[in-house]
């Protein structure tokens, strides 16, 4: 019987120390508004780019007068931005294809220097580049997805950087 109670003992001792060891708040999983992970994702020039998601996530998007606009950036500085002017949810919507188009997107490096590579008006001036495109795939009114891609031409030095397979998620703010 001795033997009996010092299990029953132990078994109470390593249940109590179990159920004691463990915080209600290790369970706790916090989904953005608008639920699901925020992300902006391309490939420049064929190199990955993801915009930061630690120490925070550096996605943001505003949807205010018929103008969306959308941002996602990496630690390191560069971004991936664009606005769709006159903005009427889910479509394809380009930038770069003439004057009187407004709408763009650019990606911009701020090392070493600050560049700036843009799909806007000064593409049709430039001549051979290829409009920007921007699907809006998904808009709920608190979260908008997409996918995007553009020629971006950098004026000061007249470089190009191709930018593919763009995708987004963000929430609207």
């Known amino acids: 019987m001795k033997r009996f109670k010092q299990i029953m003992l132990l078994l109470m001792t390593v249940s ?17 508004p608008g639920g699901g992970a ?8 064929g190199a990955d780019f993801t915009a930061a998601q630690s120490p925070a996530v550096i996605v943001g998007a505003t ?13 390191d500085g ?3 931005n664009f606005a769709i002017m006159g903005y009427t949810g889910v479509g394809i919507y380009t930038s770069g294809d003439n004057l009187s188009n407004t709408n763009f ?6 090392t070493p220097a600050v ?8 593409t049709s001036i430039v001549g051979g580049l290829t409009p920007g ?7 709920d009114g608190t979260t908008v997805e997409g996918t995007f891609s553009f020629e971006g031409y950098n004026a000061g030095d007249m470089t190009l950087k191709v930018i593919t ?3 987004f998620k963000a929430n609207l703010e």
């Open 78 to 80: 560069s971004t991936i």
């Open 63 to 75: 949807s205010t007068n018929g103008i969306l606009t959308v941002q996602g950036g990496k630690n």
């Open 115 to 122: 560049a700036t590579w843009a799909s806007s008006g000064v």
């Open 16 to 32: 109590l120390v179990t159920l004691t060891g463990c915080s209600s708040d290790d369970d706790t999983v916090v989904i953005p």
């Open 133 to 139: 495109s921007i699907e809006i795939t998904s808009d």
């Open 38 to 45: 925020e992300f902006l994702t391309a490939r420049i020039d």
């Open 165 to 167: 397979e763009g995708a």
């Open 105 to 110: 997107i650019q990606y911009l490096e701020i």
